[in-house]
């Protein structure tokens, strides 16, 4: 897991570490079991380290459970997850990690997670694009033909992916 | 008011079926300049619009609102026998199913918009024996349909299509009934025609086909969403593209 899913996790409030486990269940389900809560303390230290997240102090805080580190972003770590926010993932996409990235910018606000899909669509039909010229310029029964095919392939379904989350986001847009 | 550049102007272009609570909106309000050698692709889920729209360009069908230019002149308001001749000879269609004449070889079917325009026999017959040889079915040209495979009997259907030398070529789904060989071969050919200037609407939901556009349109309820243009591409070295290089 990168860590900057973390960060973005943490983009809606300042948050104690398991409340970024319970996100990050909720946004992937069965998938986030694969996650175990040390990571998430490891991947903070560091992050801590680098300067992208800073802990609140505890006396501010009113609760005094032993779990009750509050981590909040710093400048430079706002400034990260925007930057990852826009970055484009093809052409070796995460599908898991994209899908945090539009929960992430929805949960905080940070921004519309169907211009995040529209970017990221345009992309990648230029790439595609680019393929499928790449196929026309092949004689008929190439080798390397059918290389092009199975990328394009791939893109097409990528594609797929990427409408139904449009779809579904700008629905859940509506509705606000 | 036409632009010299652009072939086609839509101004809050509409088209509505029915009344009251059964009103379908199948083209809702949509603006739309298509310019001079472009090739332009519209896409969405099937039941969006993409189809009337395309009717609508090419004069199959008559908007219920807004304003339609074709080059300088103004169409949306034309009489029926206006809008006639200006599908003979303005605009070319490709359909999915071909939409060839069984009974009439290749060289026929091509010869037919022509003679229909009134053009002699003679002429129509060599302008045929032209865009045959242009889509590569110059050996063909006696064969009945049924004779073809499906990429040769649309590119019989496009050689048609360009008869009468339209402004415009507007096809509907044009590789939706072909494998993906024959696919490719549509697609070769229309990048030859689009090369050679030629202005291009292509309505699909294959992405893959979108894609070869200069300027892609996605339709959702009879509007557009979303405007991508493509050309120019990455320009990306290809290995990159497709991500065979570590990164």
């Known amino acids: 897991m990168r860590q900057e899913v973390v960060l973005a996790m943490l983009a809606k409030e300042p948050s104690p570490g398991y409340q970024l486990r319970v ?16 990571q998430i303390y490891v991947t903070l230290g560091r992050l801590e380290k680098a300067g992208l997240v800073t802990r609140v102090r505890e006396e501010e805080r009113e609760s005094d459970l032993a779990d009750s580190k509050v981590y909040e972003l710093t400048p430079v770590g706002q400034e990260r997850v925007s930057e990852w926010l826009t ?25 519309d997670p169907v211009s995040i899909i529209d970017a990221q669509r345009r992309e990648l039909l230029r790439r595609l694009r680019d393929v499928q010229h790449a196929v026309m310029d092949e004689p008929a029964d190439s080798d390397v033909g059918l290389l092009l095919e199975g990328i394009v392939l791939r893109f097409q379904a990528d594609l797929r992916f990427l409408e139904a989350c449009e779809r579904s986001w700008a629905r859940r847009r509506k509705r606000l | 008011m036409g632009r010299p550049d652009g072939v086609v102007r839509a101004c809050g272009l509409a088209k509505a079926y029915g009344r009251g609570e059964a009103l379908v909106r199948a083209v809702d309000d949509v603006d739309l300049e298509i310019f ?8 969405g889920p099937s039941g969006c619009g993409k189809s009337t729209l395309l009717h609508l360009l090419g004069g199959l069908d008559r908007p219920s609102a807004g304003e339609l230019w074709l080059g300088d002149r103004r169409v949306d308001q034309l009489s029926e026998r206006a809008l006639a001749e200006l599908r003979r000879h303005e605009v070319g269609f ?35 024996r032209y865009l045959l040889d242009l889509v590569g079915l110059a050996d063909r040209a006696d ?6 495979s499906g990429g040769q009997r649309q590119r019989a259907a496009i050689a048609r299509a360009l ?9 509907d789904e044009p590789t939706g009934n072909l494998d ?29 086909i979108a894609a070869t556009a200069d300027r892609l349109i996605s339709m959702r309820d009879g509007a557009f969403v979303n405007e991508t243009r493509l050309a120019g591409g990455t320009r990306g070295r290809l290995a990159d593209l497709m991500g065979l290089e570590e990164s």
């Open chain 2, 36 to 43: 001079r050698g472009e090739a332009l692709a519209v896409t």
């Open chain 2, 94 to 128: 490709v359909f999915q199913a071909f939409h060839l004449m069984d009974e009439l070889t290749a060289q026929e079917n091509v010869e037919l918009p022509a003679l229909l325009a009134g053009h002699q026999p003679r002429q129509a017959r060599r302008r045929a």
């Open chain 1, 23 to 38: 996100r990050l269940d909720r946004a992937l389900g069965p998938l986030g079991e694969a996650i175990n809560a040390g």
């Open chain 1, 87 to 111: 970055e484009v993932s093809w052409p070796k996409p995460d599908l898991a990690e994209f899908h945090l990235k539009l929960v992430a910018a929805a949960q905080a606000g940070l921004c």
């Open chain 2, 180 to 208: 993906s060989a024959a696919t490719l071969e549509v697609l070769r050919l229309f990048e030859a025609l689009h090369a050679g200037g030629l202005t291009l609407v292509v309505v699909t939901h294959d992405e893959r």
């Open chain 2, 163 to 171: 008869a009468n030398e339209p402004q415009l070529l507007l096809a």
């Open chain 2, 143 to 148: 064969h009945l349909p049924t004779a073809l």
